[in-house]
């Protein structure tokens, strides 16, 4: 079961009994799919629940007389579609004007834009399982309705994008937070607080990750410095003896063979000095050793 499913199947089996907010559930649904025509209205589905769904806020909105048909397709292997149509008929006319005056108020009211965002995305959208990607995307068949929830979007401050794929106009959105204020619009609390917590465990996993490799870098760090620095100093002892070195080169120097491992400011502390103060201490000893190195005794 794909996660898109997992969240269809929540918005399918809520109520809403809010008429403005159905009507703009339908108005989604049917405007995505071009459905509107001169003498009827005619949408084609592949999935049963969804054309159940559109019959049953028919049922809801209108008295007008609804049918609902179903055919074998062909295309991408044999399978069922179901068409649902309301025919030109009395009070026809005046249904589909209130979608007009749906469409007009769709950038004003939260609940009319809650369902018209979630008719579109149950007749046209995709959400990736937050395990694996953030990520929602609209598929729409008119440049119109795309352009128009692009709007809608941006209006809200939602990060959302537009192109075209597969010979459609896709809507998408890549940001976690924009995605969870989506779920909310739609009304899939359930799903959401699932999202959030999945969101906030990777969160915690990521941080862990970065404080280890954090960690592991500055180990290696400190192991990388104080290899160089033994060696520095095991070549002065062959060379020139450390016991030739200044009082406080020398401590250091014997200290640091003792302590190979240790930080430049654990160092310190068992010297009563600064981490800055040991750091002078080896960048002369780190001068005597290139000088040796490059014949200037």
Known sequence: MSYTFTIKEEILKKNIENHDENLAEIYGILYSKNAFYENKIEITLENYYLAQRVVELFKKLTTLKTFIKYSISKKLGEHKVYVVTIPNQKGYKEFLDSFSLIEKQLDKSEDLYNGFL?????????????????????????????????????????????????????????????????????????????????????????????????????????????????????????????????????????????????????????????????????????????????GNR
């Not at 979630?118 to 007749?123: M, V």
């Not at 537009?162 to 799903?191: C, H, P, Q, W």
């Not at 430049?264 to 190195?293: A, M, P, T």
């Open 118 to 294: 979630r008719g579109l995305f149950l007749a046209c959208g995709y959400i990736k399982d937050p395990e694996k990607e953030y990520a929602i995307d609209f598929f729409i068949d008119s440049e119109k309705v795309a352009n128009k929830l692009y709007d809608l979007l941006k209006i809200r401050g939602k990060r959302c994008f537009k192109t075209t794929k597969r010979n459609k106009f896709l809507i998408y959105l890549r940001n976690s937070e924009d995605i969870m204020d989506i779920l909310v619009a739609i009304g899939v609390l359930k799903e959401f607080f699932k999202y959030e917590e999945i969101i906030m465990m990777k969160e915690i996993k990521n941080k862990t990750i970065r404080e280890i490799n954090w960690e592991v870098a500055n180990e290696t760090k400190t192991l990388n410095t104080g290899r160089k620095q033994v060696l520095m100093i095991e070549y002065l002892d062959k060379e020139i003896g450390l016991s030739s070195l200044t009082p406080v080169l020398e401590e250091i120097s014997n200290l640091r063979l003792k302590y190979p491992e240790s930080t430049l400011s654990e160092l310190g502390g068992l010297l009563g000095l600064s981490k800055s103060g040991v750091k002078s201490r080896f960048r002369r000893i780190e001068k005597i050793y290139n000088d040796l190195k490059n």
